[in-house]
T-cell receptor, first 112, second 115 residues
Framework: QKEVEQDPGPLSVPEGAIVSLNCTYS??????FMWYRQYSRKGPELLMY????GNKEDGRFTAQVDKSSKYISLFIRDSQPSDSATYLC????????????FGSGTRLLVRP | EAGVVQSPRYKIIEKKQPVAFWCNPI?????LYWYLQNLGQGPELLIR????????DSQLPKDRFSAERLKGVDSTLKIQPAELGDSAVYLC?????????????FGEGSRLTVL
């Protein structure tokens, strides 16, 4: 079983929809939780990060961490075609020198 | 500010041939990473450098892979000999001290096809 599990999708939604992307994990030592966005044939870019539990909002994006359930989410409001990309969750722990463990990514397609 | 630069972007070779990838990190970033990304998968760490020291190379297949970062800036990742299963994207990333743990800046990757 992988340390970080992520549904590969693809997830296809109409423009303007609310998108929910999720990851589950098994290592309770994870403290930093990241969401990276990767466009086709590009490198990943950091979208948001959260430390420990709670919510964080940045514009149309909201990241949530529920450590008790070992479950993290990324919500995208008013989704745009430019949001079409693969979304990778990643997480790290201090006892592994913050080595990032990535999920396999969820491919999102926002239809105009 | 220039981002992480990788070359070549694409490489096609026959199996058993050698191949090398080059990475120039963001200026001032002392930590450099090489990741492997297979199709439909997330990146997996191959090696991490702090300046010129390799501090985590536990996932680097040392029988055929080697890496160096001689002056603590540019880095080269080499595969010799390449196997069919090495076809993947090789990503370089960098980060700086004081950054949020896990805040990495990635290059566009070097896509390797082994025939």
């Amino acid at each position: 079983q992988k340390e970080v599990e992520q549904d590969p999708g693809p997830l296809s939604v109409p423009e303007g929809a609310i998108v929910s992307l999720n990851c589950t994990y098994s290592n309770s030592a994870f403290q930093y939780f990241m969401w990276y966005r990767q466009y086709s044939r590009k490198g990943p870019e950091l979208l948001m990060y959260t430390y420990s539990s709670g919510n964080k909002e940045d514009g149309r994006f909201t990241a949530q961490v529920d450590k008790s359930s070992k479950y993290i989410s990324l919500f995208i409001r008013d989704s745009q075609p430019s949001d079409s990309a693969t979304y990778l969750c990643a997480m790290s722990a201090v006892d592994s020198s913050y080595k990032l463990i990535f999920g396999s990514g969820t491919r999102l397609l926002v239809r105009p | 500010e220039a981002g992480v630069v990788q070359s070549p972007r694409y490489k096609i070779i026959e199996k058993k041939q050698p191949v090398a990838f080059w990475c120039n990190p963001i200026s001032g970033h002392n930590t450099l990473y090489w990741y492997l990304q297979n199709l439909g998968q997330g990146p997996e760490l191959l090696i991490r450098y702090e300046n010129e020291e390799a501090v985590d190379d536990s996932q680097l297949p040392k029988d055929r892979f080697s890496a160096e970062r001689l002056k603590g800036v540019d880095s080269t990742l080499k595969i010799q000999p390449a196997e069919l299963g090495d076809s993947a994207v090789y990503l370089c990333a960098s980060s700086h001290g004081g950054a949020v743990p896990g805040e990495l800046f990635f290059g566009e990757g070097s896509r390797l096809t082994v025939l």
